[in-house]
């Protein structure tokens, strides 16, 4: 009789309290596993996004290299007919700088210059990168627009001349276009990045 009791109880299986017991330790352990895996995806969306950021980053300041490495003395005639000089820049115009420069590329090889006309200017906190087909403007001519990079605090420029002044004009307002320009200095403020600085050696 007491071996027959042993055998009924065996094959009752698990008792209510140990299912209980066993759910809640499967629950806690699959919340865990949630939030771990839960915390994996935003690290890698987070991680995925800055990695974005880098790369519109990188490319923006690779932009503004090759255009202001390539600076070179050539003025222009602007949409009035106005002579303009090979760079302008901080003289309330409506762009941050603007300048020519060489280099052009031409995959197509076209029946064109390798110059280029080239401005920058800061709109609703966004930094765009302007230019125009053609050195001298004929009236009905409309710059092309390339936004290069977003979430711009500020940006400045400053320029050294021959006698080593600073400007934050050019041609500063007080010379009549006697100095020559030898340097650029850039300084581009980032809500998320904080500030870049450039200094740039204009070859002349």
Known sequence: MHKDCQHHRADKGFTLIEL???????SVMAVMAYG????????????????????????????????????????I??????PQPYINAGNN???LIEFTRSGRRNPAELKRSNLLRVAYQLKDNKLIRLFWPQL???????AYENELID???SIDFRYL???????????????????????????????????IKRLYQVRG
């Open 20 to 26: 209980m017991v066993a759910i809640a330790v499967f």
């Open 93 to 95: 115009l409506d762009y």
């Open 77 to 82: 005639r602007d949409e009035y007919g106005n």
């Open 161 to 195: 001349d021959d006698k080593k002044e600073w400007h934050t004009d050019l041609p500063p307002l007080a010379d009549s276009g006697k100095s020559q320009l030898k340097a650029i200095e850039l300084t581009l403020e980032l809500e998320d990045w904080g500030t």
């Open 151 to 153: 979430r711009v605090k």
């Open 136 to 142: 001298d403007r004929a009236p009905t001519m409309q």
């Open 36 to 75: 771990g895996l839960s915390q994996i995806i935003e690290n890698n969306r987070h991680s995925r996004i800055e990695l974005e950021r880098l790369q519109v980053v990188q490319r923006a300041m690779l932009t503004i290299n090759r255009d202001i490495n390539q600076i070179i003395a050539r003025n």
